[in-house]
């Protein structure tokens, strides 16, 4: 690879966001390491994009129009167009903070057995991005071989890592038919074929931005989606004897309660409450509390439900801790 090769690819795909667009490409522009190309695919823009983009940022990126498709043909789109020997993923309305991809290539660099690095995130809500929060999960990051925890918790927001490109080799791109999802199955599959993953703790090196229009709001949609990729799962971990496929079975199980949840939160109680019920025959995890809610959920509304089995849990919590004092005390 020559000095003028790229060393990293750093793809936005866009639709619509002329609003957002701009903030990111500047944090992409922005990276103190020097060897970036910065591809923004614009897949059917009917808003000026193209046009403001050229005038803006003219030959400082490479621009990419696709006609049709959504978010994952996008990626799919600029992969097929970078140069760089890693890959970092950038949606139009997120950011990545300087440090970013310098941090995360020196990394892989030094560590060729890893394929995927990744460090923590802060939130933003719509434009005040001096004003950030956890994103609160950084209890669930995991290092190594992550392909349990994954399926458990989808944890992952597509800029958090950087991506050896010689993994894409052994899995399949985006899957085109997901609309919310695509993300957290692509990364599952990299974990699947074996990818080492390695999180980096320390400070976070990328935003993530909480729209209120955002699509990741509609959480039903997502729920579902999430719910399919599980069961996407089923055809790739073929072994009835794997270790996974018997878990499989009860991570399925917690996220149809959650997708049965989000229903009766958007109104379609009867069609909630029968997917949390196929969800809890599933998984008998927290039992009690979940009955209570589809029960409390019937009687006093799905919202009303959340509330009053929230203080359930803080009381019960409560008498647990007076209790532990009380034995100590004695």
Not at 26 to 44: F, K, M, P, T
Not at 268 to 286: E, F, I, K, N
Request: proline share 3%.
């Amino acid at each position: 690879m020559s000095s003028s090769t790229p060393l990293v690819s750093i793809i936005i795909p866009t639709f619509n966001m002329r609003r957002w667009v701009g903030e990111a490409v500047d944090s992409a522009l922005a990276q103190s390491h020097a060897r970036c190309e910065v591809i923004v695919v614009d897949y059917g823009s009917t808003d000026g994009t193209g046009e403001w983009l050229a005038a803006q940022y003219g030959s400082r990126i490479r621009y990419l129009l696709k006609e049709h498709g959504l978010v994952a043909s996008g990626r799919n789109f600029g992969l097929r167009h970078a140069r760089g020997k890693y890959i970092q993923f950038l949606d139009a309305d997120d950011l990545l903070l300087p440090r970013k991809v310098a941090t995360h290539a020196e990394y892989l660099e030094s560590h060729p057995d890893v394929g995927v690095v990744y460090s923590d995130c802060l939130r933003f809500r719509d434009d005040q991005v001096s004003e950030t929060y956890e994103l609160g999960r950084r209890h669930l990051f995991s290092s190594g071989q992550v392909f349990e925890t994954m399926l458990a918790n989808a944890y992952l927001l597509i800029h958090m890592p950087l991506l050896a490109r010689s993994w894409l080799e052994r899995v399949d791109l985006f899957d085109e038919e997901l609309t919310d999802a695509e993300d957290f199955d692509f990364w599952l599959r990299l974990a699947w074929a074996g990818a080492n993953f390695q999180f980096l703790d320390g400070e976070p090196l990328v935003l993530y931005r909480v729209r209120s229009d955002s699509v990741s709001q509609r959480h039903a949609e997502h729920g579902s989606e999430i719910l399919r990729v599980i069961q996407k799962v089923r055809g790739y971990v073929a072994d009835p004897a794997e270790q996974h496929r018997l878990r499989l079975g009860r991570v399925e199980g917690g996220a149809r309660f959650v997708y049965g949840r989000a229903l009766a939160e958007d109104g379609r109680l009867r069609q909630g409450v029968w997917q949390m019920a196929r969800g809890l025959a599933a998984d008998r995890r927290d039992p009690v509390y979940k009955a209570a809610y589809m029960a409390l959920a019937m009687v006093a509304g799905p919202r009303r439900a959340g509330s009053l089995v929230g203080r359930l849990k803080e009381t019960k919590d409560l008498v647990l801790r007076r209790g532990v004092g009380f034995q100590g005390n004695g």
